[in-house]
């Protein structure tokens, strides 16, 4: 299952990719393709920070999870 969902993202990512290289508009068709694929590339990830963070331990996941959303912003 895991790797389905790594192989949906880099197909949004693909996706998102040609549609901002090839169509100068509409910019939100490559963003909601770049979401997706950030949605689907961290899903699983996702759960397990979440899981980990409610049973209250922070581990190296934690700190990538926001890394990651800085380096989105």
Same mark, same amino acid.
């Given at each position: 299952?895991?790797?389905?969902?790594?192989?949906?993202?880099?197909?949004? %990512?693909?996706?998102?990719?040609?549609?901002? %290289?090839?169509?100068?508009?509409?910019?939100?068709?490559?963003?909601?393709?770049?979401? %997706?694929?950030?949605?689907?590339?961290?899903?699983?990830?996702? /759960?397990?920070?979440?899981?980990?963070?409610?049973?209250? /331990?922070?581990?190296?996941?934690? %700190?990538?999870?926001?890394?990651?959303?800085?380096?989105?912003?």
């Amino acid at each position: 299952m895991e790797v389905a969902f790594a192989i949906l993202a880099g197909i949004f %990512l693909l996706i998102g990719w040609l549609i901002s %290289l090839y169509l100068s508009e509409p910019n939100w068709l490559s963003f909601g393709c770049y979401l %997706l694929a950030y949605l689907f590339g961290c899903f699983f990830f996702l /759960r397990e920070v979440i899981a980990d963070t409610l049973r209250g /331990r922070f581990e190296i996941e934690f %700190l990538m999870l926001f890394a990651a959303i800085g380096a989105a912003a």
